[in-house]
Each structure stands twice: as structure tokens, then as C-alpha cells.
């Protein structure tokens, strides 16, 4: 403390320096890498065109394709994706106005027209994934397989007319779609509320309570034949 250090300070770094290269430099932000796809076509889907039904395959951009509520949309955008593998649903013909057996992607969102939507909704139809209808008209789950999906984009998100009678979801959706969509929870309550079917989805069947009747089980109990003299 008391000793002479004439050159403690001689070779000092100047805070300003200091403050123009900081010691722990920031690491640069990660970009949030964007979600999967989901759904899309099936290369093999058929699609109503103004040139009839063709696979998806086929359809490029300035086709026209019949929508929904828009008339005859032109395609802007085709893109293609192999997504990660993915439960496959077996659609059986009229489940949802196909005319034959399909195989389609779980996660193909569809159009819903049931009772129950117009009665709670006030709407022609809903869009649902596709899982969330197994048990619904015989739509059942199958093996996960991985296949190639083709993505129809048109101006704006539409439902396309597919399968002779199908509308199947083309562009993105979400929140602030175009389309209402339900949840998987809310489909089921849906599915379970139209013409009772909230038993037939869980394979149990109504009975009557089990609590006891007395007037019943004494009507019911058999008179003791008279003796015998």
C-alpha cells in the first residue's frame, strides 16, 4: 500500500476502447424455422378442373379449378412436399360424397356438412382434419405410410371439389381463414351431438337406469300357486 508502483497505471486501456469491443459479444437471434406443411393432395387425388377431372398430378398453375363459394378459381402456385410419415384414413364411398374407397393423409382437412353445423353454427359446413372422423360413416385409421403431397394454391385459401363430390382444403387456413375450423375436440362433440351419435362413437348403446322399482319388481314377482287340498 505504502509502496511507490510509478508504473502501475503506465500501460492502461481506456474505458472507451473497452466499451467499443465488449467482451462477450451477442449471439445472432435463431430464426424460428417454419412449420410442416400438413394435408395437401395425394398425387393420385382427383380434382374437378374446367377440363374435367384430372390427378393432382396434373394440374399446373393457370388450370381452373371448381371451388366451393368462388366458381372456377385459376391455380397460381403447385408445390410439393414428402412429409414426415403420416397415419393414413380410409375413406369408404359417401362417407363425405366420394364416389369410391379413398386412402387419404390424417391430416387432410375436409369439408364437414352435417345438421348439427348449420343447427350450431349457422354455417353449410366446417373444415376438419380428417382424423377427427374415424367412426364417423365408417372412416377408419390405417397404417402410417409416407407419400409425396401436392399443395394446390390458388389467390386465395378455397375448398376444392374432389372425388366427384369432396371438398378438400386448398392454401393455408387457420384462425383467420376463410373457413371455420374445428378442433378435434370440438368434432367429436359435433359428431356426438348429430342424431345421438355420442353412443354409437364409443360402441355402448342406451339402457335404462339400474336403479331398483319397487312397483315393478312386485308386479313382476310370480304368484305362489295355490296349494293343493
Known amino acids: 500500500m505504502l509502496l511507490d508502483h510509478f508504473n502501475t497505471f503506465a500501460d492502461f486501456q481506456p474505458v472507451g476502447l473497452l466499451l467499443d469491443f465488449p467482451m462477450v459479444r451477442p449471439e445472432p437471434k435463431a430464426e ?19 377440363r374435367g377431372f384430372v390427378q393432382a398430378r396434373d394440374v399446373r398453375p393457370g388450370d ?7 366458381g372456377c ?4 402456385t403447385i408445390r410439393h412436399a414428402v412429409p414426415r410419415m403420416t397415419t ?24 364437414l356438412e352435417i345438421d348439427a353445423v348449420e343447427r350450431l353454427f349457422g354455417l353449410p359446413l366446417v373444415l376438419v382434419k380428417l382424423i377427427s372422423l374415424a367412426g ?21 385459401e ?17 384462425p383467420d381463414g376463410a373457413f371455420k375450423e374445428l378442433s378435434l375436440t370440438e368434432t367429436r362433440q359435433i359428431l356426438a351431438s348429430d342424431e345421438g351419435r355420442a353412443l354409437a362413437l364409443t360402441g355402448l348403446e ?4 339400474d336403479f331398483p322399482d319397487l312397483l315393478k319388481d312386485l308386479l313382476a314377482t310370480p304368484k305362489a300357486a295355490p296349494k293343493a287340498a
Open 88 to 111: 393414413m384414413m380410409h375413406v369408404p364411398a359417401g362417407a363425405l360424397g366420394n364416389d369410391s374407397d379413398l386412402q387419404l393423409p390424417a391430416d387432410q382437412m375436409v369439408a
Open 158 to 174: 378455397e375448398l376444392i371439389w374432389a372425388e366427384s363430390g369432396m371438398l378438400m382444403q386448398a392454401g393455408t387456413g387457420g
Open 64 to 70: 381452373r379449378v371448381y371451388t366451393f363459394d368462388g
Open 206 to 209: 342406451e339402457k335404462e337406469d
Open 32 to 50: 424460428a424455422q417454419q412449420s410442416a406443411k400438413t394435408g395437401g393432395f395425394l398425387p393420385e387425388t382427383l380434382v374437378e378442373t374446367d
Open 136 to 156: 364417423h360413416k365408417g372412416i377408419k385409421a390405417l397404417s402410417p405410410e409416407r407419400q409425396g403431397r401436392i399443395h394446390i394454391e390458388c389467390a386465395e
Open 73 to 76: 378459381q385459376e391455380v397460381e
